[in-house]
């Protein structure tokens, strides 16, 4: 069945810092896929999102390309902020109604 | 516009009591979703309505869970009787409709069961 894989956090960096989150899917279709942030104490909310094979998904300084070939999903960031510290998550969406989840990668920004 | 909206924010109580959650979704939105968060499970779909209908309750964990959406504005999720594994954050989310739209999520209910 569909899946996605995330790499495994925490994910520690500086102000500042280059930030790519790795996220790599399964499915036999041409899914839809989504990147989700969670902040402490709140609800998952819609980061970016791409719908066909490369696409590129922007939002608040963050980037992911969709890559039909290498079925990936990166997320990145030229220079993270200590406020962008949080859980992301790497999501698709495929024939159904369904979103599948990846793990969530924990990012930590001290300054 | 107000978001998705959950209640309680937060629940503890005792093994073998009966706990309901509350879920107004955003209005307008068709879809409404409940996910169970765990940090050894992660995020979980339980079940998910269409149009106040049950489309697919495959990730409801056993018979003590339960859903209801008796109309547009307002979906339950109950477990009863609760167990201490029954711990988690429970979300909803609602979405205008199903596929590649996004879904927006409540900020959820921290349930603790002693």
């Known amino acids: 069945g569909d899946s996605v894989t995330q790499m495994e956090g925490p994910v520690t960096l500086s102000e500042e810092a280059f930030l790519t989150i790795n996220c790599t899917y399964t499915a036999t279709g041409y899914p839809s896929l989504f990147w989700y942030v969670q902040y402490p104490g709140e609800g998952l909310q819609l980061l970016l999102k791409a719908t066909k094979a490369d696409d590129k998904g922007s939002n608040k300084g963050f980037e992911a390309t969709y890559r039909k070939e290498t079925t990936s999903f990166h997320l990145e960031k030229g220079s993270v902020q200590v406020s962008d510290s949080a859980v992301y998550f790497c999501a698709l969406s495929e024939s159904t109604d369904k979103l599948i989840f990846g793990t969530g990668t924990r990012l930590q920004v001290f300054p | 516009d107000a978001g998705v909206i959950q209640s309680p924010r937060h629940e503890v109580t005792e093994m073998g009591q009966e706990v309901t959650l509350r879920c107004k979704p955003i209005s307008g939105h068709d879809y409404l979703f409940w996910y169970r968060q765990t940090m050894m499970r992660g995020l979980e779909l339980l079940i998910y309505?269409?149009?106040?209908?049950?489309?697919?309750d495959s990730g409801m964990p056993e018979d003590r869970f339960s859903a209801k959406m008796p109309n547009a504005s307002f979906s339950t999720l109950k477990i009863q009787p609760s167990e201490p594994r029954d711990s988690a954050v429970y979300f909803c989310?609602?979405?205008?409709?199903?596929?590649?739209?996004?879904?927006?999520f409540g900020d959820g209910t921290r349930l603790s069961i002693l």
């Open positions: 989310a609602s979405s205008p409709t199903g596929g590649n739209q996004p879904q927006h």
């Open positions: 309505f269409n149009n106040n209908v049950p489309i697919d």
